[in-house]
């Protein structure tokens, strides 16, 4: 799996992923296709989600997640925005996204909707949210 890091005035956009009946609010990626590289993968998978062409910029780190389709490592990247805006393009999959500070991360991750790899790579975010 694949997810991709995007800031913007120290806020990370997150989607809010309700493809199984059941919100999970995660950063936009997915499952990475056996031709691609990692780089590669994430910018597809934000581009269709979000329909947004981003640039993988750095390798932020690999972190577990539980999701209804099983386990996974994800590997996370730094994006840059190349062109466009964030919108909704697969509203079965993913209703809204939303721009959160730390204090509203460090607030979600209480919930049970922020998936697993968000709480665990929280620490390490808070340097570039703060």
Do not use: Q
Request: glycine share 4%; hydrophobic share 35%.
């Amino acid at each position: 799996m694949v997810a991709g890091l995007i800031i913007k005035d120290k806020k990370l956009l997150l989607v809010h992923n309700i493809k199984h009946n059941t919100l999970r609010i995660e950063p936009p990626g997915g499952k990475k296709k056996e031709n691609e590289n990692w780089e590669e993968s994430v910018a597809r998978e934000i581009k269709e989600e979000l329909d947004i062409v981003v640039e993988p910029t750095d390798f932020f780190g690999i972190y577990d997640t539980l999701s209804p389709e099983g386990d996974f490592s994800v590997h996370m990247y730094f994006c840059k925005t190349i062109k466009g805006e964030p919108r909704v393009v697969e509203p079965d999959k993913i209703n809204e996204f939303k721009w959160y500070s730390f204090d509203e991360l460090e607030k979600l991750k209480k919930s049970s909707h922020l998936v697993p790899n968000m709480r665990e790579a929280l620490p390490n975010l808070k340097p570039f949210l703060t």
